[in-house]
């Protein structure tokens, strides 16, 4: 990757988006038809990303972090993401329960999970509240049908036929993502890393666009999809 941030391109029936969180905000990729230049960007909340699906000048998004929120217990989805990354299991976090979001603090995400599972949640987990919370609130039945949850770990497993045998924050781990990702997105690497995010950010949201891609063309990996009490499908997308 050097130093070249596409501008905005026009918008295709089948353009779709892949979105990764970063600190404070979210990496968006948008592709259009395969060869196709794409964009990315770093913006702060998902209103743009709302309304170019509600035009449907995105045809489908994939997001990666938890839609559908189990009432206690762990989702189907995580479990079998977890076996199906071997190596790279460790990535997937357990969903929290609804009940968890808007929490002031640590500690009362942690007392309000236990009084509901009878475990707490990491760090991690809590790390990411903010985004689930917001995804949580905008999230409904029928814009599931394409907005859609991704895994970056799943996904570079589907794309790759194995999975990856370094982290992703390593450099070796950034060298196999980008030669994945160069057989679906030959022009990867022109684009620039946005100001406020790293790398790998960028690496997860075009792969999240490439499962994008793939549901939209009903070529997809589907994991669990039991609903939850909202009537969300949790499940994982790849």
Do not use: N
Request: hydrophobic share 45%; glycine share 10%.
């Amino acid at each position: 990757m050097h130093a070249r941030l596409s501008a905005a391109a026009p918008y295709r029936p089948a353009t779709v988006a892949g979105i990764d969180g970063c600190r404070g905000a979210w990496v968006v990729v948008r592709v259009a038809a395969p060869g196709d230049p794409g964009t990315v960007e770093r913006v702060v909340d998902l209103a743009g990303v709302l309304l170019d699906l509600a035009s449907s000048r995105l045809a489908a998004v994939g997001i990666d972090v938890p839609i559908g929120l189990p009432a206690a217990g762990r989702r189907r989805c995580d479990v079998e993401a977890r076996a199906m990354i071997g190596a790279r299991r460790g990535s997937v976090f357990p969903a929290p329960v609804r009940d968890v979001l808007g929490s002031a603090d640590y500690e009362e995400a942690v007392r309000r999970s236990r009084a509901i599972t009878g475990v707490g949640i990491s760090r991690q987990v809590f790390g990411i509240l903010p985004k689930i919370h917001e995804v949580d609130g905008v999230v409904t039945p029928e814009l599931q049908r394409r907005l859609v949850e991704v895994h970056p770990e799943v996904s570079f497993t589907c794309l790759a036929g194995a999975p990856m045998t370094c982290h992703k924050a390593h450099p070796r781990g950034r060298v196999e993502r980008l030669a994945a990702l160069r057989r679906a997105f030959p022009d990867i690497d022109d684009h620039a890393v946005p100001s406020g995010t790293r790398p790998d950010d960028v690496l997860d949201a075009f792969v999240a666009a490439w499962s994008a891609r793939r549901w939209v063309a009903g070529t997809h990996v589907r994991l669990g999809g039991a609903l939850d009490d909202r009537g969300l499908r949790m499940e994982i997308v790849a």
